[in-house]
């Protein structure tokens, strides 16, 4: 069954960096682009970041576009995001999903999140 | 401030139905898909409809969803109090060139 484990997530300190990785499983990996998407804990869902299964092709929220990076190794099955200049409001919760093959856009399988709290 | 703009809440009886609205633009809704999504409490999100109306499998018919010019809706038939949760749109901006996002609607089944 198709599985997606983020991990990374903990405490960092403003200013600092953290990178969290998506560890994928039951498909083919490669065939697919994967998003990471953030929640603050008890708010609504923020679209971060999308990386084509290619690998090349990128897109960001805006917001965030500069300081954060996506990137995957699709030997390892692996999807990362590097967080530079963490800021308090980075604080979330951040899933890994799997973009769908089936549709234009839309989101068929999400991992269940890792958590990032930036505070000192 | 989401791109996209939901009714924080709805709330129904049992058995009734509810509708959730979900409003963009020419450059989101109006030019590409629409999905929705369930959150149940401390779980993660789940695709209920994509591509404006279609159901994955294991979704029943109960959640249906349209679309028209730069709005969707979600209807949710014959409520059961498993469908409290929260309730999100979601599509492609061609002018942010980012996905986005309703700010996400509480279903309160009473």
């Known amino acids: 069954q198709v599985q997606l484990v983020e991990s990374g997530g903990g405490v960092v300190q403003p200013g600092r960096s953290l990178r969290l990785s998506c560890v994928a499983s039951g498909f083919t990996f490669s065939s697919y682009g994967i998003h990471w998407v953030r929640q603050v804990p008890g708010k609504g869902l923020e679209w971060v970041a999308f990386i084509w299964a290619d690998g090349v092709n990128k897109n960001y929220a805006d917001s965030l576009r500069g300081r954060f990076s996506i990137s995957r190794d699709n030997s390892k099955s692996t999807l990362y995001l590097q967080m530079d200049s963490l800021r308090a409001e980075d604080t979330a919760l951040y899933y890994c999903?799997?973009?769908?093959?089936?549709?234009?856009?839309?989101?068929?399988?999400w991992g269940q999140g890792t958590l990032v709290t930036v505070s000192s | 401030q989401s791109v996209l703009t939901q009714p924080p809440s709805v709330s129904a009886a049992p058995g009734q139905k509810v509708t959730i609205s979900c409003s963009g633009s020419?450059?989101?809704?109006?030019?590409?898909?629409v999905s929705w999504y369930q959150q149940l409490p401390g779980t993660a999100p789940k695709l209920l409809i994509y591509?404006?109306?279609k159901r994955p499998s294991g979704i029943p018919d109960r959640f249906s969803g349209s679309k028209s010019g730069t709005s969707a809706t979600l209807d949710i038939t014959g409520l059961q109090t498993g469908d409290e949760a929260d309730y999100y749109c979601?599509?492609?901006?061609?002018?942010?060139?980012?996905?986005?996002f309703g700010g996400g609607t509480k279903l309160t089944v009473l």
């Open positions: 979601g599509t492609w901006d061609i002018s942010l060139s980012a996905g986005v």
């Open positions: 999903a799997r973009d769908s093959l089936e549709s234009s856009y839309s989101i068929d399988y």
């Open positions: 020419s450059s989101n809704i109006g030019r590409d898909y």
């Open positions: 591509d404006n109306n």
